[in-house]
């Protein structure tokens, strides 16, 4: 730690610790599942960066979305978003969550993710080797660093289109606003 | 009057010195497991900068009970923390014994019940459950143990048993004392939680159980209460079978000595589906203590 972190941290421990302590909560949709094994175990290991995989989403403040969304798991992925305590951040992994990917024709998934909840940062490919799950958690440290890893707070502001976009895909939602609308 | 003083003193100072060993053991235990596994693992500061995060984060609360359990564990730990000797650091030992010990450490588990049975999570009365039919699993071979350990030296007072062991020689190394000192050893994994008795936890399984619902401040009080755990099932074991020490930096190597042997079991060892763990607990632990206690009672009479 040089001297130039210190006073990062003496100025704002909240966002510094925030930084480095990131717990994970994925949500395998569909592929994906297989690239966070290596990531969190002894191969790439991300435990050096401070993520570690958490089992609830009430501990967890890093959401990874890999692979595509169906219509069904959209409505589990925003529940456990909303039960995520702020600051909270998303990455999108994989090419179907930024537009569809190749199941861009398909019924039954959704195109945009970040027309429902709000995403931070996006891994593109199909499939991103395991690795890029490390740079994309560099690059939400500049983020978070510059103040711009902000979707929570976009999410408050925004609730009223995000809800109408989700009920728009999913129907009537059956559990309360997270914000009070109006 | 300046014993008073120094007494006030010892009374602050042994709770914060039980915080800072057990935070440091708890990243000890990640960068250990990491190593164990091949890993680079987290800074050694890690779990500092986890809470520092939990604390600036706004929890969900489940209730009054929710909020004011978890404090009441966190109490009761401080308490036994304060009657437990931490080398010459003993504020209250004269007054409490092995007895007041053995019933402020059901105050923990309790403390977590009560906090848990408010979030209405399934998985909390689950691993609820399990935390209490384990700690049921350990505290009869626990209550021989310390029979056998009273019967022994004849005195309830803890710190009469360190100078009695000062003395003479530790009693993991004396002969019928021994089995009793194994025996401990061979619960340790359960009173601390860690593996192969982590069946209250399991993440993979129940979603981390009781703490399926801490988020925020309530994560990181279950956090230091974790902490207290860890430094009081170890120093009670260090104090009453390798000797207590003579001034603090000796009590802490030998609990780091147990601690790291601890966590080889604890990285290596599946986990124990419970009623496993409770037919295991009241085999050998119990069989062994209670030899021990046999041997000891024959010896006396």
Known sequence: ?182 | MESMVAKITQIILSPVLALIVGVFFLGLARKIMARIHWRYGPPLIQPVIDMIKLFYQKGVSHGRIFDLGIILSLAGSIVVVLFLPFGRIAPLSNSGGLLVILYMMLLAPLGMALSGGQGANPNISIGISRKLILSLGYEAPLLLILLAVMTHYKTISIVEVVSAQQSTSWSIISFPLFLSGLSYFLILPAILGIRPFDVSSAPQEISSGPMAEYGGKYLALATIEHAFVLFISIALFVNLFLGGAANPFIFFVKMLVVFVLGLCVNAVFPRFRIEQAIKYLWKWPTLLAFVSLIIIMAIRS
């Not at chain 1, 690795?131 to 510059?146: G, Q």
Request: overall charge positive; some cysteine; hydrophobic content about 40%.
């Open chain 1, 1 to 182: 730690m040089d001297r130039n972190q210190i006073t990062k941290w003496l100025k704002a421990p909240a966002k510094m610790a925030n930084k480095y302590s990131l717990h994970a909560i994925y949500f395998c949709t569909g592929c994906g599942i297989i690239e966070v094994p290596p990531v969190i175990t002894a191969r790439w290991d991300a435990e050096r960066f401070g993520v570690i995989p958490v089992a609830t989403p009430r501990q967890a403040n890093l959401f990874l979305i890999t692979g595509y969304v169906s219509v069904k798991t959209l409505r589990a992925i925003i529940r456990t978003y909303e039960q995520m305590l702020e600051p909270k951040y998303v990455i999108g992994f994989g090419s179907c969550p930024i537009n569809g990917g190749m199941y861009w024709d398909s019924y039954n998934t959704i195109k945009h993710l970040d027309k429902y909840i709000p995403v931070d940062g996006w891994i593109a490919g199909c499939m991103p080797r395991p690795e890029a799950i490390i740079v994309a958690v560099t690059h939400l440290w500049t983020l978070i660093d510059k103040d711009m890893a902000n979707g929570y707070v976009k999410y408050r502001e925004n609730y009223e289109y995000y809800r109408r976009n989700q009920e728009l895909a999913l129907g009537k939602l059956e559990w309360p606003p997270l914000y009070p609308t109006e």
